[in-house]
């Protein structure tokens, strides 16, 4: 099955996402692959839908954040999308206060996650902004911290105007926040879009080992075949690391019949009966995930032995 790979660009208002938005689009063009865009305004109106060419197609979301207003409307794009084209790549730029998780995790639903790849957080930096956060309120602070704290790369724009000193000190800034993300300093969000893309170049063949595991959250999809035991799955969740924030999914449980849609977040599990009959797909978000071990304590619940 061909998987689509998906890119989130996060970041504040006005720091340089659909500029660096342009340039990917631009290099994608050029290596000939087939491009989706979908790009989420709080407000009724698009303003930077003129960036997105004609080659690429392109989703607008308005009137709500795809991470909590608009999540199931985004799910159902997102879903459309991949039925309706062959594409390569699609490129997420969120609005300038969503919170990179919970877009991550309405990518990650249960119906075509296995269809998907993700190709990580691009977070882009104002470096004014950055310097001068301070400003802002407490919330709106943190926000940017989140928003850097979960990027793979680090876009810092801006830096033209800074003193040696101030760009020394917003690096270290940065580094505390997060020392595992790729960091580039620029100005109009210019990179090497090989730098971007190297992080995660998918799996070509079941030889190679996919850099995606270098990616700060990472993503999980199991598919059971069989119903499952509900007192060890239970037992099972609750024996599970903090690192992991997030799973949801399709179950089936040995005693009783039809399909179960499962939720999890922040330590509490959430079951629903579902009417329709979908495959048992089944997500799981977070970091440091050993997913070999994962894959094998699933595996072994299936077949009774867990």
Known sequence: MKHTDIYI???FLGSGKTTLLKRLLQHEKEHGRKVAVVMNEIGQVSIDSHAVSEDAVLSELLSGCVCCTIQDQFEVELYSLLQKHELDVIYIETTGVAHPIEVLDACMSPLFAHRIQMGGIITTIDATRWMNRQQLSIPLQMLLKEQVRHADVLIVNKTDILRPDEQAKLSFELQTINSEARTIFTTFSNVRMEDIHLLSKRMRNEHERM????????????TFTSPIDLDVFEQWVRQLPDTIYRMKGF??????????SFQYAYGTPLYMKEEMNVPLHFVMIGEQL?????????????KGEG
Do not use: A, C, P, W
Request: no cysteine; glycine share 6%; net charge positive.
């Open 251 to 260: 179950l089936r449980f040995t005693h009783t019949s039809g399909v179960y």
């Open 290 to 302: 050993d997913k070999q071990k994962l894959k094998q304590q699933l595996e072994d619940m299936q």
């Open 9 to 11: 660009l996060s970041g």
């Open 211 to 222: 850099n995606i595991e270098r990616l700060r959250i990472q993503t999980y999809v199991h």
